[in-house]
């Protein structure tokens, strides 16, 4: 299903998308529970999509959800709660949150670099993310 939303997705066939990962998201809240890590990785995915849209509140809700999560299930350092972390900066960049989206790109790129090291991917792109 993934597959077909991303078609949906690329052809800006934005409802369809939506409400296929909606099914999607409450099949797994379902399944595997709320904080599952396929949960929340669908949980994130249907903020995605809100924010290709423009729906950048929608989208900021999701993923202070996904981050609040992964922060209680993997911890503040873990990748994945990074990536949700990046993924909330963004979202506030694009609302012109300048002040809030800086500092959770200082978090990450500190964190990175203490994780991963200074030459890491990950960490050069932190590094990118603030420039």
């Known amino acids: 299903m993934a597959n077909l939303v991303f078609l949906y997705i690329y052809q800006d066939r934005w409802k369809d998308a939506e409400e296929l990962q909606m ?32 729906r950048w509140r929608d989208a900021e809700e999701l993923q202070m959800q996904v981050l609040e999560a992964r922060k209680r299930v993997l911890e503040e350092e873990h990748p994945d709660t990074l990536t949700s972390t ?44 603030l420039a």
């Open 23 to 54: 099914q999607v998201l409450e099949a797994r809240k379902r399944v595997l529970g709320e904080e599952h890590p396929d949960t929340l990785t669908s949980t994130s995915n249907l903020a995605s999509t809100y924010g290709y849209q423009g």
């Open 86 to 129: 990046s993924n909330l900066a963004s979202t506030y960049g694009y609302q012109g949150r300048w002040k809030d989206a800086e500092e959770l790109q200082v978090q990450i790129l500190e964190a990175r670099k203490r994780m991963l090291g200074e030459e890491h991917p990950y960490t050069l792109l932190s590094m990118a993310n």
